[in-house]
Nanobody
Framework: QVQLVESGGGLVQPGESLTLSCTVS????????VAWFRQAPGKEREGVSS????????RYADSTRGRFTISKDNDKSTVLLQMNNLTAEDTGIYYC?????????????????????WGQGTQVTVSS
């Protein structure tokens, strides 16, 4: 059984940085696409970033490209999301998700409907 646990959320001021971590058990990340999503109050869950199982291809939402960086450590079974220059619009619950794709894949889905294994989320609040 695949389990995902996010951590690292918190309250930060605009312009500050934050790194989220997702620990995955029951899955070898070398065979999985990994992704981060977020959901603001009253809004649908949106894709923030995804990383292929090969680790060679990543995808970002327009609103996060250039500020956020996704990475993973297959040996430690962790997925990171480095977030810089945060704004109030980045506020929300951040979720980690994985999808089995086989090793060496360059596939980078970023729609919530393409993932079926999720963590419980971690709250990120950007406010002065």
């Amino acid at each position: 059984q695949v389990q995902l646990v996010e951590s690292g959320g918190g309250l930060v001021q605009p312009g500050e940085s934050l790194t989220l971590s997702c620990t995955v058990s029951g899955a070898n990340l070398a065979y999985y696409v990994v992704a981060w999503f977020r959901q603001a109050p009253g809004k649908e869950r949106e894709g923030v970033s995804s990383l292929s199982s090969s680790g060679g291809r990543s995808r970002y939402a327009d609103s996060t490209r250039g500020r956020f960086t996704i990475s993973k450590d297959n040996d430690k079974s962790t997925v990171l999301l480095q977030m810089n220059n945060l704004t109030a619009e980045d506020t929300g619950i951040y979720y980690c998700a994985v999808h089995f794709s086989g090793s060496g894949s360059e596939w980078t889905p970023i729609l919530a409907t393409e993932f079926y294994q999720w963590g419980q989320g971690t709250q990120v609040t950007v406010s002065s």
